[in-house]
């Protein structure tokens, strides 16, 4: 399995950011895709992820309103839209899967919001 994540940078706060993540590796059974995050001294969280039977999404409660997940299943890519990003929205962002019982990682891109 490999994931391919791209998209990060630095913008000022109130600035919006899109991260894309490619997949590839494993069959299209059922598995659950997203992203995770690890700010500097802090624990890795999950920020977001959706479901591919039909689409579930989920939302660390920070995010909720700000940032959207979707997926294009023909091009096994995921994307995270963040908008209206926080200082505390800084950290490095990680795309996985989890799909039979385990969680696969891509590498991670650094997300930086500051003024």
């Known amino acids: 399995v490999q994931l391919q994540a791209s998209g990060g940078g630095s913008v000022q706060p109130g600035g919006s950011l899109k991260l894309s993540c490619v997949a590839s590796?494993?069959?299209?059974?059922?598995?659950?895709i997203g992203w995770f995050r690890q700010a500097p001294g802090k624990a890795r969280e999950r920020v977001s992820c959706i479901s591919s039977d039909d689409g579930t999404t989920y939302y660390e409660e920070s995010v909720k309103g700000r940032f959207t997940i979707s997926r294009d299943i023909a091009k096994n890519t995921v994307y995270l839209q963040m908008n209206n990003l926080v200082p505390e929205d800084t950290a490095v962002y990680f795309c996985y899967v989890s799909w039979r019982y385990t969680n696969y990682w891509g590498q991670g891109t650094q997300v930086t919001v500051s003024s």
């Open positions: 590796g494993f069959t299209s059974d059922y598995y659950n």
